[in-house]
C-alpha cells in the first residue's frame, strides 16, 4: 500500500477528522496524531476500530487505550510492523494468540480489559525482547512463562489481577533492567528465586495477594517501594522486612499502572 491508500482507510474510519483532506500524511490537527514515514501511515492514536483497519500494516506505533473499543482485537494480526501496542483500557477481548503475529513488539499493554485469555507462551514466544508487558487485569490463565525472562531489556512487567500461575521463574534474575515488578493477584506458588537478588535496579516490587508464595526475600539495598501481604514471603534481614511489611506504594503507582503512554518521536 502506499500513504494515500493507507489515507483513504483513515478517511473511512474517521470521516469527522479527515473528510477535508486529501494527505492525512500533512494533517497535523489533533487528534489525527498521524505520523508517516517513508510514505506510509507509521503512527496514529485513538479512535474507533473499523474492518479495513488490518490494511494499515505499515503501523509501528498504535495507541487505542481509553476508549470504548469493543469486540476482538483480531485487527491486529496484519500489523506486523507494530513495535509499540497499547490497547489498554477498553472492552476488547482475544486469545493471547492473536499477538503471535507480531514479532517486532518492544512495549505491549493489553491491561484492563477483561477480555483476554491463553497463554503468554503463545502470544509471545517469537518476540526476541520487551522493555514494556502489561497484561493487568484481564482473564489470562497461563503459567509464569520463562519467556519473560529471555527479554533481558524488560523494565516494566505488570501481570496483576489474572490467574497466572506456577512458580516465579528460577532466572528472574536475568532482567537486571527491571525497574517495576507488579504480580499480585494471581496463583503465583513456590519460592522467591535467588535470583531475584540480582534485580538491582528494581524500585516498584507488589506480590502481594498470592498466597501460596513463600521463600526468603533476598536483601533489597537499594530505595524501593515494596508490598508482599497476603503470602508467606520472609526476609533476609530487618531492612528488608521495614522496606515490605506494612509500606503502602506511592498513590501513583497503583492509580496509574493501567496508564500505559507511548510517545512516538
Not at 485513538?46 to 479495513?52: A, E, H, I, L
Amino acid at each position: 500500500m502506499s500513504a494515500p491508500a493507507d489515507c483513504a482507510v483513515l478517511s473511512q474510519a474517521f470521516p469527522s477528522v479527515f473528510a477535508n483532506t486529501t494527505n492525512c500524511c500533512s494533517f497535523t490537527m489533533p487528534p489525527s496524531g498521524v505520523v508517516c514515514s517513508a510514505g506510509r501511515v507509521s503512527s496514529m492514536f485513538n479512535g474507533s476500530v473499523p474492518d479495513t483497519f488490518g490494511s494499515l500494516d505499515g503501523l509501528t506505533s498504535l495507541d487505542l487505550s481509553f476508549n470504548q473499543l469493543s469486540g476482538s482485537a483480531e485487527f491486529v494480526k496484519p500489523l506486523t510492523n507494530l513495535e509499540d501496542l497499547d490497547l489498554s483500557a477498553n472492552l476488547l477481548s482475544a486469545d493471547l494468540s492473536v499477538f503471535a503475529s507480531l514479532t517486532k513488539l518492544s512495549r505491549f499493554a493489553i491491561a484492563r480489559n477483561k477480555g483476554f485469555t491463553g497463554t503468554i507462551a503463545d502470544g509471545f514466544s517469537r518476540v526476541e525482547n520487551m522493555t514494556l508487558f502489561n497484561v493487568a487485569s484481564n482473564r489470562i490463565q497461563s503459567p509464569f512463562s520463562g519467556i519473560i525472562t529471555k527479554w533481558t531489556s524488560l523494565a516494566e512487567l505488570r501481570l496483576h489481577d489474572n490467574s497466572i500461575y506456577g512458580p516465579i521463574p528460577a532466572d528472574i534474575g536475568n532482567l537486571v533492567q527491571l525497574k517495576t515488578l507488579v504480580i499480585s493477584d494471581n496463583r503465583i506458588n513456590g519460592t522467591i528465586p535467588a535470583s531475584f537478588a540480582n534485580l538491582k535496579n528494581l524500585t516498584l516490587l507488589i506480590i502481594q495477594n498470592n498466597p501460596e508464595l513463600g521463600g526468603v526475600m533476598p536483601t533489597l539495598d537499594q530505595s524501593i517501594s515494596c508490598v508482599v501481604s497476603g503470602t508467606s514471603i520472609s526476609f533476609a534481614d530487618s531492612l528488608t522486612e521495614r522496606k515490605c511489611v506494612g509500606v503502602q506504594p506511592p498513590p501513583w503507582s497503583l492509580a496509574t499502572e493501567y496508564v500505559i503512554t507511548i510517545v512516538v518521536s
